[in-house]
């Protein structure tokens, strides 16, 4: 059983095999063992994504742990990761629309027992090691920005790395900006940060209890859930190199917002390979 649907997986893997480095055969016999195929390594790379696990476990006749290792570095190297997410994000926007007008932040702890980069005590887990995710969600609640750290870090300061993540979107950004944000970030620091930068703060105050449902926070925990529920290898933080949790991380918001442009475009969109029947993505 595949990890995604083909309808997902296969427009995912076109627009990320155009942006794969060409490949330099250097061997001076010519004579190597051939090289697996670029669509053999990406499939197992979503599958361990989505499932979690060693590499080890998704490994077979086909293709090495090795292998899988080192094909993801290469990746990274040539920034196909962030590169598929940025293509996505605008994809998005030119068809439906991103609302910037409306942001989210908040902070989500998961378990890392490897350790590594990004990773540290979780107050939350008897101080076992763990991992924080930042995340930046617009209107609909599409994951614009990561930042990762440790889990013994405190969501505030990590409020500006992760608003920075606007900058590397070259889309037109409005004039007015709303975030919302839990009472975590209740500081006039938060404040102050938030004024310099024109954005209007939505910050529930501290030692009230504000319903979720009563405020624009709900997209911000569904994106965590989204994370969480949906990819195990985000559930359960398996890498020690915080360039390998990025790329991840990136790949996941990728197939978010796909999933989310699928959906949203079957009723007024057709294409060659349009399902007939519209399936629930999130």
Not at 22 to 36: E, M, N, T
Not at 184 to 200: I, N
Request: hydrophobic letters at 40%; charged letters at 25%; a positive charge.
């Amino acid at each position: 059983m595949p990890a995604l649907p083909s309808s997902v997986i296969e427009p995912l893997w076109c627009q990320f095999a155009a942006l794969l480095p060409p490949i330099i055969d250097s061997h001076p016999l010519g004579c190597h063992r051939r090289r697996v195929s670029d669509r053999v390594v990406f499939d197992k790379l979503v599958a361990r994504l989505v499932l979690g696990g060693a590499y080890a476990k998704h490994a077979d006749a086909s293709v090495s742990a090795t292998t899988l290792r080192a094909r993801r570095d290469e990746w990274i190297t040539a920034g196909a990761f962030a590169a598929v997410e940025q293509l996505v994000l605008e994809a998005f926007d030119h068809l439906i629309g991103l609302d910037l007008e409306h942001l989210s932040v908040d902070g989500c702890c998961v378990k890392a027992p490897c350790g590594g980069d990004n990773t540290g005590p979780n107050p939350t887990d008897r101080g076992k090691s763990g991992q924080k995710r930042s995340v930046l969600a617009e209107g609909h609640g599409l994951p614009l920005g990561v930042e990762l750290a440790g889990a013994n870090r405190h969501d505030s300061p990590l409020l500006e790395p992760t608003l920075e993540h606007l900058s590397r979107f070259e889309f037109f950004l409005p004039d007015r900006i709303r975030v919302d944000l839990d009472a975590g970030y209740d500081s006039r620091a938060t404040r102050q940060m938030l004024a310099v930068k024109g954005c209007e703060p939505k910050i529930s105050p501290k030692g009230t209890y504000v319903q979720i449902n009563h405020t624009r926070r709900w997209v911000i925990e569904r994106t965590n859930s989204w994370h969480t529920r949906g990819f195990g290898l985000l559930q359960v933080v398996l890498d020690r190199t915080g360039s390998v949790q990025q790329a991840w991380t990136q790949l996941a918001n990728a197939i978010i917002i796909l999933k989310r442009l699928l959906k949203q475009t079957w009723l007024s969109h057709r294409w060659d390979d349009r399902p007939v029947k519209q399936h629930q993505w999130r």
